[in-house]
């Protein structure tokens, strides 16, 4: 993979939160896979893998603003922060974010990183941190 400009520390909580998220919503026995790739000739992408309940579809287009939470009996407890923080910090980097998911089937988040870019200036992480 390509050399990625970026707040490592960041990133890394990004990766993080996915990650406990994966393992949160994935049954005993289930399966959570971390990768990555290179995305065409600017990008480098990181997907999270779960073999959970799945994500409504409904639910899909709202799960990265604040205080969003999935609306289920088996759902574990949160504030609902942790996905409105990484699309603030993969935006900040000059990436993209999303899900993709089939109730039944798992899901996979998603998200890019320009290959090259700058790393985010310290008002930017600052309003990150904040948020």
Known sequence: ????????DMILRVITNLMENAIKHTPDRGIVKLGARRAGDDKVSIEIVDSGQ??????????????????????????????????????A????IWV????????????TLPIGEATPDDSIKEMITTA
């Open 1 to 8: 993979l390509p050399m990625v400009n970026m707040d490592s």
């Open 54 to 91: 799945g994500i409504p579809k409904e639910m899909q287009s709202i799960i990265f603003d604040k205080f969003s939470r999935i609306k289920n009996k088996n759902a574990p407890s949160g504030v609902g922060l942790g996905l409105a923080f990484c699309r603030l910090a993969v935006d």
């Open 93 to 96: 980097h000059g990436g993209d």
């Open 100 to 111: 993709e998911s089939e109730l039944g089937n798992g899901s996979s988040f998603i998200f």
